[in-house]
């Protein structure tokens, strides 16, 4: 069973970064695809970058050239840097696993916590 934890997220100035972290107590992490998920109020949940076991990536167009998705095998943990961070990147951040088409959808049956990140000046 995966187990997800997210933590990393706070409050940071326009044009500031934050690294998230995902740390995952189930037992196939090394072999599942990996995606971080942002959800703003009011709308929907959307795959913001994903890392596939053998590390191939794919990030959201709004994204790209400015976070950088990575994971740690050895720590069963899936990071995301967030640079040049703008005030709409404000959302709840979650993180999930599973096979890449899975991840890629979305379509997970449960979701953690997920983690605040806060742009503002």
């Known amino acids: 069973q995966v187990q997800l934890v997210e933590s990393g997220g706070g409050l940071v100035q326009p044009g500031g970064s934050l690294r998230l972290s995902c740390a995952d107590s189930g037992s196939i992490f090394s072999i599942n695809a990996m995606g971080w998920y942002c959800q703003a109020p009011g709308k929907q949940r959307e795959l913001v970058a994903a890392?596939?076991?053998?590390?191939?990536?794919k990030y959201a167009d709004s994204v790209k050239g400015r976070f950088t998705i990575s994971r740690d095998n050895d720590k069963n943990t899936v990071y995301l840097q967030m640079n040049s961070l703008k005030p709409e990147d404000t959302a709840v951040y979650y993180c999930?696993?599973?096979?890449?088409?899975?991840?890629?959808?979305?379509?997970?049956?449960?979701w953690g916590q997920g983690t605040q990140v806060t742009v503002s000046s």
């Open positions: 999930n696993a599973g096979p890449p088409l899975t991840v890629l959808a979305g379509d997970f049956g449960s």
């Open positions: 890392i596939t076991s053998g590390g191939i990536t």
